[in-house]
């Protein structure tokens, strides 16, 4: 919260120890996050309990390109034996994300606008509230910028925009059982300049990003099991400019849909047994 930076990549490379961040250029380049020394592969991301790794790449890694800030209540990082719940990825470590919720009794709105050089404008709107049994949360973000060119030979700027959407509902069905759903939608577009000073600076990514969660949690004293169905959705559309005349478009598409079982029981204050379950489909 005390933060000048929007994206959370930059936050967590000025803050965490054993952490290497990169960033190919500015505002939507390729980035991501080596943990321990290990490659970016080896480090799970988790946003609400879904998986963010990217199933319409080849790697199936996830870029910290264009995750915002704004929506998000908590970060978790876990090195070393924590992550062995999270499986043979999660080598190097493992991120958890959390995302806000209504806390506070009532009905809330919150809004900011910032500003900064090459045009760059962050418009941030947010709606919360608690009544008896529900809870909500309502963020609708959108960042503009129309960034530089990083080549020599031309002045054209390479823009860069962000939308998302994220909602959160919770229902406490009764004092043991609690419902949750969850989306997400970021779209975002940016202009990347050519290698080649003789390529035309025509080059594009438009990226729809949409995660979906849905869970039910049983909470009974010392047993606490959570069942919920993930869905992950990618859709990239690339335009590659080698002659402006005709440019090359590509469409990349990926889906994700898991099933979980995430429990605990707590046998007394000092020892407890973790377990879980996982059915997963990408295509």
């Given at each position: ?8 990549g ?9 952490m290497?961040y990169?960033?190919?250029g500015?505002?939507g ?11 970016k592969?080896y480090?799970?991301?988790?946003i ?18 264009n ?13 070393g ?5 999270y499986?043979?990825?999660?080598i ?9 919720k ?15 050089s ?25 960042l ?11 002045d054209?700027d ?11 509902l919770?229902?406490q ?9 969850y ?13 080649a ?24 004293d ?13 859709l990239?559309e ?10 090359t ?12 079982l995430?429990?605990?029981y707590n ?14 489909i990408d295509?």
């Amino acid at each position: 919260s005390n933060s000048n930076e929007n994206f959370v990549g930059d936050i967590l490379s000025e803050n965490l120890i054993g952490m290497n961040y990169f960033q190919s250029g500015g505002y939507g380049t390729v980035s991501g996050i080596q943990l321990r020394g290990q490659p970016k592969r080896y480090s799970t991301v988790y946003i609400n309990g879904i998986k963010l790794s990217d199933p319409s790449t080849p790697s199936n890694d996830y870029y910290f390109s264009n995750l915002m800030n704004n929506s998000l209540d908590s970060v978790e990082i876990l090195k070393g034996s924590q992550t062995t719940l999270y499986g043979s990825g999660a080598i190097a470590g493992t991120i958890n994300l959390y995302s806000k919720k209504g806390e506070e009794e009532g009905h809330h709105q919150n809004g900011f606008i910032s500003e900064g050089s090459f045009g760059t404008r962050n418009v941030n709107v947010s709606f919360d509230g608690k009544n008896n049994k529900l809870d909500y949360f309502l963020g609708i973000t959108n960042l503009n910028s129309n960034g530089i060119s990083a080549r020599i030979d031309d002045d054209e700027d390479d823009r860069y925009r962000n939308d998302n959407l994220v909602g959160n509902l919770g229902y406490q069905i009764n004092d043991q059982i609690r419902s949750e759903t969850y989306i997400n939608y970021t779209d975002t577009f940016l202009e990347y300049d050519a290698v080649a000073l003789a390529s035309s600076d025509d080059n594009s990514s438009d990226d729809q990003q949409t995660l979906f969660s849905t869970k039910l949690i049983f909470d009974n004293d010392n047993l606490l099991n959570t069942i919920s169905f993930n869905k992950t959705y990618f859709l990239r559309e690339t335009v590659t400019g080698y002659n402006s005349n005709s440019p090359t478009k590509k469409m990349y598409e990926g889906q994700r849909d898991a099933l979980n079982l995430l429990g605990e029981y707590n046998f007394n204050l000092d020892s407890k047994i973790v377990y879980g379950l996982e059915y997963e489909i990408d295509q």
